[in-house]
Nanobody, 119 residues
Framework: QVHLVESGGDLVQAGGSLRLSCLVS????????LGWFRQAAGKEREGVAH???????IYAESVEGRFTISEDNANYTLYLQMNSLKPEDSAMYYC?????????????WGQGTQVTVSS
């Protein structure tokens, strides 16, 4: 059974940094993508950053150059380094993994970790 557990969310001032972690267990298909999503109050969930099985990354335009997604395969952990944070980055952040074998939709989700950026 696949489990994803996020941590690292916090209250931070604008301009500050945070690193989110996602511990992944039970997920065996390294060819599929992992990603970070966020959902702010009253808004739809949006993709923030993705990393595929080859290590290629994709970022939302709003975070390009400020956020970095990475993975530590030895420790089964996905990271999101967030720098130069803005109040509009405030949201619940979720890590997710694509459906194994098919690598299509994001089928596995964590419970989320709250990031709040004060102005």
């Amino acid at each position: 059974q696949v489990h994803l557990v996020e941590s690292g969310g916090d209250l931070v001032q604008a301009g500050g940094s945070l690193r989110l972690s996602c511990l992944v267990s039970g997920y065996t298909d390294s060819s599929c993508s992992l990603g970070w999503f966020r959902q702010a109050a009253g808004k739809e969930r949006e993709g923030v950053a993705h990393i595929d099985g080859r290590g290629s990354t994709i970022y939302a335009e709003s975070v390009e150059g400020r956020f970095t997604i990475s993975e530590d395969n030895a420790n089964y952990t996905l990271y999101l380094q967030m720098n130069s944070l803005k109040p509009e980055d405030s949201a619940m952040y979720y890590c997710a993994a694509q459906r194994e074998r098919w690598c299509d939709e994001y089928s596995y989700w964590g419970q989320g970790t709250q990031v709040t950026v004060s102005s």
